[in-house]
């Protein structure tokens, strides 16, 4: 596997439901983030990992809960989510050398629908 | 504040049309970078390029071309003989402040969603 990989790529889940995003980078960074795309709507940061410690929460409900084990995987935990919630879940890594001149690496997405 | 404007929603060209896509930006930093990622129907943001606010030399990659304009805060990309391939929507993207740590913080644009007939 290269780059970033998104699992589950499709997730159907009802609002009483609890399931798990997981993203895996191959690239050797030190940054992980989680972005929401919601239809007709900008990029949207929820979460930023530097070296598995979170730098940044977004102003996210606690219904999302980000795990971030080692520099290499990040996980996204779902409860009692909202129809509202359903969106393409995005991650992205990058190198972390504390500079603004860090490119993100995007996964594919997790396309979520919340019933 | 930090903002990036791609006012261009949709764009519909025939292929092999010339097509560019625009991006103004807004920022008080005097060292930055600009981006630019396409995002196909498969959902995956691509990277295509980074460009930081000292260098405006035009760059040319295949058919692509970036237009770095600081006297009027744009980033411009262009698409020679665009193809059906081509279809996808465009981010145009800014870095802001470090969150902390080894982080760095991206500001996007809305997209522009090109569309190639063939």
């Known amino acids: 596997e290269t780059g970033v990989t998104q699992t589950p790529r499709h997730l159907v889940m009802g609002m009483t439901n609890k399931k798990s995003l997981k993203c895996e980078q191959h690239l050797g960074h030190n940054a992980m983030y989680w972005y929401k795309q919601s239809a007709k709507k900008p990029l949207e940061l929820m979460f930023v990992y530097s070296l598995e410690e979170r730098v940044e929460n977004n102003s996210v409900p606690s219904r999302f809960s980000p795990e971030c084990p080692n520099s290499s995987h990040l996980f996204l935990h779902l409860h009692t989510l909202q129809p509202e919630d359903s969106a393409l879940y995005l991650c992205?890594?990058?190198?972390?050398?504390?500079?603004?001149?860090?490119?993100?690496?995007f996964g594919p997405g997790t396309r979520l629908t919340v019933l | 504040a930090q903002k990036v404007t791609q006012a261009q929603t949709e764009i519909s060209v025939v292929e092999k049309e010339d097509v560019t896509l625009d991006c103004v930006y807004e920022t008080r930093d005097t060292t930055y970078y600009l981006f630019w990622y396409k995002q196909p129907p498969s959902g995956e943001l691509v990277f295509l390029i980074r460009r930081n606010s000292f260098d405006e030399q035009n760059e040319i990659s295949g058919r692509y071309s970036w237009n770095f304009q600081k006297s009027t805060s744009s980033f411009n990309f262009t698409i020679t003989a665009s193809q059906v391939v081509d279809s996808a929507v465009y981010f145009c993207a800014l870095s802001g402040k470090n969150y902390g740590g080894a982080t760095n913080k991206l500001i996007f644009g809305t997209g522009t969603l090109l569309a190639v007939q063939p």
């Open positions: 992205a890594s990058s190198q972390g050398t504390g500079r603004n001149t860090d490119t993100q690496y």
